[in-house]
Each structure stands twice: as C-alpha cells, then as structure tokens.
C-alpha cells in the first residue's frame, strides 16, 4: 500500500525507508574513507589485499569465493629456426578461497523520553544509529585485517617469522633484541631474497604490492607496518641516532622527531595505531574493538593483548611487525543497508533497534596450483605475501 505521507512532488517524509537507504550508501562511503587498510586493498594480486565485494550464488557452496591468480610465463627463448609448432608454454593457474561469513551489529535506539535525560535528541534518528554502526563495521573489518597479518587469528598463523640476532623462538627473545638499524638491514635482506628467515627457512622474496595511483618510487616499495613500541625502540638504536644524527634537530624531515612514515632503502616504515578492546576468542568476530590496531604478545604467558590475562607488566612483550608484499590477503565483504525493527515483548512494550547485516572474511594468501608450480620461485606452501617480524618490546 502507497506511503500517505509521501509529498506528490517527491519529498519522502522523515523515517521513510529510501531516506534511511540514502543515508546508509552516504556513511557507507564515508566510513570506508577511514578505513586503514582501504589503501592496501585491490581487485587483483597485484594489491596488498585482494578484495571482492561479489554476491552470493544460489547453492550449496554459494559462500565459497574462490580467488584466481594467473602465473607468469617462464619459458626459455627459441633461437633461429627452432620449431615453434607444439612448443608454446601453458600458463600456470593458481587460486585461493574461503568460505565468507554471516554476520550482523545492532544498535539500541533509545526512547524520546530517555534522550531528554541524557540531552541528546540526535541520538533517536535513524541516520545517527546507521553513522555509528558503518564506523563500527569499519573497525570490524579493519581489525579483522590487523588479525590475520599478525596471525592473532587461530588457524592464521605466519608461515616465515624473522627474528634479531638469530632467535627462533618468542620465549628466548631478550631485551638485547630491540628494533635497530641491523634488523632494519635484516629485515630488508630477507624481504626482498627470501634468505636468511629465522622461522619457516628459504622462500622466494616478496613482490612490491601496487595500484593504480603508484608513483615509480612507491613501485619499488616494501611496506613494514609497525606499531609504536617499533618506532620509539628504534629511534633508541645507536645505529639509527648516528645514521640521522647530522639531520638539524629542527628539520621537520629528521625521522628522529618526526612520526609519519620513514624510508630506509626500499623499506617504507608504516605507524599503524594500537589495538584497544577486548578479544574472547582469537576470532575476526570476537572482538569488541574501541580502536583498530596492532596487538602485541605476553610472552610469559603467551597471550595476546585484548585476551583475558594479558599483563602490560610482563617483563617479556613481543611486538608483531608485519611486512606486507603484493598477495599478502585476501578479503571478502558485501553488506546490506542499516534496517531499523521494533521487537515486542509480552508485556505490550516496545523496544527500537537497527542492524546492519553483512558477509566477511579474512585470510592470508595461501595458493593452491592447479597445473604445475615453478621450479624455484615457487608460488605454494607459504604466504605469499606476508613475513611477520618478532621482537623484545
């Protein structure tokens, strides 16, 4: 039945379901502007995240989303005469995939007479409950990323972890194994031959990940994502103070004083924020996220911050640096718009709430071949994108 209260000449009365629709798409879109990993994330290989927002199929296996890789050729040139008939090379074929999943955040829509009390009348329109449940989704998905780059994720874990001075193991990491200059060298050694890893041996290095508004500098470019702990122990390191110590102590550019990100070679060093909440299970959807971030580790009690029994105390915390290479996740996301519903209860009163319902998931690139790898850049048995970096805080 038509809407009495729509205008003839195409207004829409206040709470109509296209104003609320409208409303959704606009803090949707400025939501996602800040999103952290919005930048990393493409629709190929080629990007840090490999993103899809597709739909669902109809079937059994309707939430499978399957990621297609195409391999590079690799054939030796034929020379002269050779013969070119039945010669040609097959191109490898490569994949990823998950199942995505279901999930769903709500937000209370208090009655008229408790926002007087609290003064805060905004707080009872549609469009305030979908803002704050797009930027709740924000950090959902952005924490999500956080979580299986450093492998907080159960099932996730990091398949080439380095380490300083040789370790191998988080429980032997002392405090003489700070960030500095020398894993910076280290660091960048084994991201680009894939040599010297302390965990997970020899692999190939890791390709710079792009998009489309890359400049030539930023093509040759690996990001290391690190949290604060990293910096302030870096900007510690006698090494580090000597290299930039003949920078003027008031040059806006002295990586010393300055927090924006820092190229050292062809390492770029990205500040990501600090994880705050609380996490009940090492899950994408078991955390309730008041800022997106980095975790670090108890290693005493090997336990992940935002876990019950985390002490920011101990006196053995492990920061996780990721360095991320193209390939190094694949995601998955697409969501509906913020629904509004009243629930009735057996006593005749009422309760206002609105939802937003959405499908994600997160997971390190793993690939899967389909008709044969490389010989020795090979593409399988590891991620392939991402080395995790481990240290004494």
């Not at 207004?11 to 609320?20: E, I, Q, S, Y």
């Not at 050694?189 to 930023?218: F, K, Y």
């Amino acid at each position: 039945m038509p809407n009495s209260n729509v205008s003839r000449l195409g207004k829409l009365a206040f709470g109509d379901p296209l104003a609320r629709k409208q409303w959704s798409k606009e803090h949707a879109v400025k939501a996602g502007k800040t999103a952290i990993w919005r930048k990393f994330s493409g629709r190929s290989f080629t990007s840090a995240v490999y993103h899809l927002n597709k739909g669902l199929q109809v079937g059994n296996k309707g939430n499978e989303i399957t990621f297609d890789f195409d391999g590079f050729l690799s054939q030796e040139p034929l020379e002269g005469d050779a013969q070119l008939s039945g010669t040609g090379e097959n191109r490898r074929k490569f994949s990823a995939s998950f199942y995505t999943r279901n999930f769903h955040n709500t937000v209370d829509i208090p009655k008229e007479w408790d926002l007087q009390e609290i003064g805060s009348m905004e707080l009872r329109h549609t469009s305030k409950q979908s803002k704050d449940l797009w930027d709740l989704y924000t950090r959902v998905a952005d924490q999500a990323k956080f979580d299986v780059a450093q492998g907080f994720v159960e099932h996730e874990e990091p398949s080439h972890i380095i380490m300083p001075n040789g370790k191998t193991n988080i429980a032997n990491l002392t405090d003489a194994d700070r960030p500095s200059l020398d894993l910076l060298e280290q660091i960048i050694h084994s991201a680009t031959t894939g040599q010297e890893i302390n965990v997970g041996g020899e692999r190939p290095g890791l390709r710079q990940w792009m998009d489309s508004s890359a400049t030539a500098e930023e093509a040759m470019t690996i990001d290391l994502m690190v949290d604060w702990h990293f910096i302030r122990a870096l900007s510690q390191d006698a090494g580090w103070q000597t290299l930039h110590g003949l920078v003027g102590a008031d040059d806006a550019n002295n990586p010393l004083l300055s927090n924006t990100p820092t190229h050292y070679k062809n390492i770029r060093i990205i500040r990501a924020p600090m994880f705050q909440g609380r996490s009940s299970k090492r899950d994408i959807n078991k955390s309730s996220i008041e800022s997106a971030g980095l975790r670090t580790i108890d290693a005493d009690a090997g336990i992940w911050q935002g876990m019950e029994g985390f002490n920011t105390k101990s006196t053995k915390m492990v920061g996780n640096a990721v360095i991320i290479g193209a390939g190094a996740m694949i995601s998955h996301s697409i969501h509906c718009p913020v629904d509004p519903f009243t629930i009735e209860y057996s006593n005749h009163k009422q309760k206002s709430e609105a939802a937003i319902h959405y499908y994600m998931n997160v997971s390190r690139t793993r690939l899967f071949e389909h008709n044969g790898d490389y010989a020795v850049r090979k593409m399988t048995g590891y991620d392939l994108g991402l080395i995790n970096v481990q240290y004494h805080l």
